[in-house]
């Protein structure tokens, strides 16, 4: 089995060519994808492929590429178009998906689906969002709100999954973490730090979600540490609730991965082009 797992960002938008804009990525890439003979499963679908696999189940299916599609930091350009004052019209992520649904057969690509990582804390978004460098602060709408994770969950192409507590962003006044340090996940290594940014995360945003699970952790700024990944992910699954969680560490997945670190490919960071995305494809 070969487990890819891709993200991207709709607040990259910095132009209007594949390598300087999200949007125009995802939409190119679904088409490479399919083209590349890989097929699209949800996040959760991957991550059940891959216990299996742990536990020794092997399937006729194993030289397959399965791909999962994220979405990191939670703005709302995941889920609706919105009109960017230099860059002009963007197609959110979600109406990429639909426009991929309607152009082709519903034999493919079946399980086309992503997962958006939000950040949990509303004080922490808003303090995101009105920050110059967030880079939004033109857009009068609240564009880190939650108030469309509900509803995108509902359509069954967008799962909501947890980017933390307050992602410990510099520009946040109030990160709820130990250390002094900013901008670091890293810095999050004590259990009480722990709870805080991930399991008191899933239950906000549970509770954002008319109590939907949120099985899903990816690491803000992909940074993780021992004590994560070896104690508190793995220790107190009762607690936080959580399946697995995702670094940024630019490749394959392998049976032999850890489930509370599986890596994931950056767009932007790990492949700026047709060209590269079909490299991992096929590499
Ligand atoms: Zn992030």
């Not at 991207?8 to 088409?31: C, M, Q």
């Not at 499963?41 to 999962?68: C, F, H, P, T, W």
């Not at 996940?185 to 945003?205: G, M, P, W």
């Not at 990944?229 to 392998?254: M, N, Q, W």
Request: proline share 4%; net charge negative.
């Amino acid at each position: 089995m070969k487990g890819i797992v891709l993200s991207y960002h709709s607040h990259n938008v910095f132009g209007a060519g594949y390598e300087n804009n999200d949007h125009v990525a995802f939409s190119r890439d679904l088409e490479l994808i399919t083209a590349a003979g890989g097929e699209i499963i949800s996040l959760m679908s991957l991550v059940a492929r891959i216990r299996r696999y742990q536990a020794g189940e092997r399937s006729d299916n194993d030289e397959k590429i399965y791909v999962a599609l994220t979405f990191d930091d939670g703005p709302v350009f995941d889920y609706k178009d919105f009109i960017h004052p230099v860059h002009g019209y963007q197609r959110s992520f979600y109406n990429e998906m639909m426009k991929f649904r309607a152009e082709h057969d519903t034999n493919i690509q079946p399980g086309l689906s992503a997962t958006s990582f939000v950040i949990a804390s509303p004080s922490a978004r808003q303090a995101m969002a009105r920050s110059p460098e967030c880079g939004y602060t033109f857009l009068d709408e609240d564009w880190l709100g939650d108030d469309w994770w509900e509803n995108a969950s509902k359509t069954g192409m967008i799962s909501i999954g947890n980017h933390s507590l307050d992602h410990v962003h510099p520009v946040v006044p109030s990160v709820v973490l130990s250390s002094e340090i900013r901008g670091s996940f890293h810095e999050v290594a004590t259990y009480a730090d722990a709870n805080a940014q991930i399991r008191d995360a899933s239950a906000l945003i549970s509770k954002k979600t008319n109590g939907l699970s949120v099985p899903l952790f990816a690491f803000p700024y992909g940074h993780y540490n021992d004590y994560l990944v070896k104690e508190y992910l793995p220790d107190h699954i009762d607690e936080h609730g959580l399946a697995a969680a995702f670094s940024a560490d630019g490749r394959y997945i392998t049976d032999q991965d850890n489930l509370w670190c599986l890596p994931r490919f950056i767009c932007g960071l790990h492949w700026k082009s047709p060209e590269d995305l079909n490299g991992i494809l096929n590499g």
